[in-house]
């Protein structure tokens, strides 16, 4: 069994290296915490054992350990964080920190690199498959979150998000309802950004998740807190709440 305070204290203690001043260190690593009960609840409506819930909720708070690294070097678009984070757990067996079971170990590590990928590698078992697919399901329920509370809370942000117009590209992807590969060229403070977050959802796995989606209303909380406006737009938008709460009902 994994004593999943006993790993909580030890990433609090590894966190603690760096600068939580930063911002971007001080959000992931409350994304983090969120992540890991978003792993826990998510493993409990899906009725896994006692043994599974604690390798999901390990995973959850894990996955993104390679971000803080990346919040405090130069921007480098070829550093992938999944696969630094596995880079940090392996190296001088870390991840012996958290867990000691080989079993667990390579069904944790296979799952945190594959959680940030825009699919799943081929080849997998069917449990390690599963516990991928939490993750990325974890990850993504936090994501639409910090849509709510915690991303475009600058005056800034907010009005540009609100006085860009859709990239033709965006437009012809969402409709798809499949996943979408994100542009360099898409910024994360204009319409286009904002209806990449949401496009998440459809790299949803389970019907449990789509379940807290629609108990929590993200996507119409995300939505109305913007006032578009262009009136193509505006229409636009509410176009494509129509198309997610649909998707998300089944």
Not at 67 to 79: A, G, T, V
Not at 100 to 124: Q, T, V
């Amino acid at each position: 069994m994994i004593d999943i305070e006993k790993c909580k204290n030890e990433f609090i203690k590894y966190v603690q290296k760096y600068n939580l001043e930063n911002d971007g260190i001080k959000r992931k690593f409350g994304h983090s915490l969120r992540v890991m009960e978003n792993s826990r609840r998510l493993a409990e409506l899906l009725k896994l054992d006692d043994e599974d819930v604690e390798i999901a909720t390990l995973i959850g708070l894990l996955h993104d350990i390679g971000r803080f690294d990346e919040y405090s070097r130069k921007k480098d678009n070829k550093f992938d964080h999944g696969d630094h984070a596995v880079e940090i757990l392996e190296n001088n067996d870390y991840i012996l920190n958290y867990v000691s079971d080989e079993k667990y170990i390579k069904i944790i590590l296979k799952a945190i690199k594959n959680h940030n990928k825009l699919e799943i590698e081929k080849g997998l078992d069917e449990k390690t498959m599963m516990f991928c697919k939490i993750i990325r399901d974890s990850d993504k329920l936090d994501i639409l979150y910090e849509g709510v509370y915690i991303y475009w809370n600058k005056k800034e942000e907010k009005e540009n998000v609100e006085n860009t117009k859709f990239s033709k590209y965006m437009e012809e992807e969402f409709v798809k309802q499949k996943p979408i590969k994100r542009l360099g060229t898409i910024k994360n403070d204009t319409i286009d950004g904002l209806l990449m977050l949401i496009s998440y959802i459809y790299d949803i796995n389970f019907k449990e998740s789509l379940q807290i989606i629609e108990k929590e209303d993200y996507i119409n909380k995300i939505l109305d807190r913007f006032n578009f406006k262009d009136k193509v737009t505006k229409e636009k938008v509410n176009k494509f709440k129509k198309i997610i709460n649909n998707y998300i009902k089944g």
